[in-house]
């Protein structure tokens, strides 16, 4: 017996999902692992219960501005140093 997953149907999904006629944002659709690998990989289903990976802004977030290590502080960054063989 396969075992299916209840998965969310988000903004991103058009009229199908899966193969199967999509219930709308926000709706329910019962799926197997396998079926639902690729929508969830395109971001058209999400697992019940997960948020959507954006952090709110508070205190932990950095301020906007220039990266750090950029020119506005005065520093250079060499991301990919210089290889040197003798």
Do not use: C, Q, W, Y
């Not at 990266?67 to 060499?78: L, Q, S, V, Y």
């Amino acid at each position: 017996m396969t075992v299916k997953t209840e998965f969310e149907v988000t903004e991103k999904a058009g009229n199908f999902v899966a193969g199967r006629r999509s219930p709308g944002k926000g709706g329910k659709i019962s799926l197997t692992e396998d079926e639902a690998h690729f929508a969830l990989a395109a971001g058209e289903l999400k697992r019940l219960g997960a948020t959507s990976g954006k952090k709110p802004k508070g205190k932990d977030s950095p301020p906007a501005g220039d990266p750090p290590g950029g020119d506005a502080e005065g520093g250079t960054e060499t991301l990919n140093p210089p290889v040197v063989t003798e």
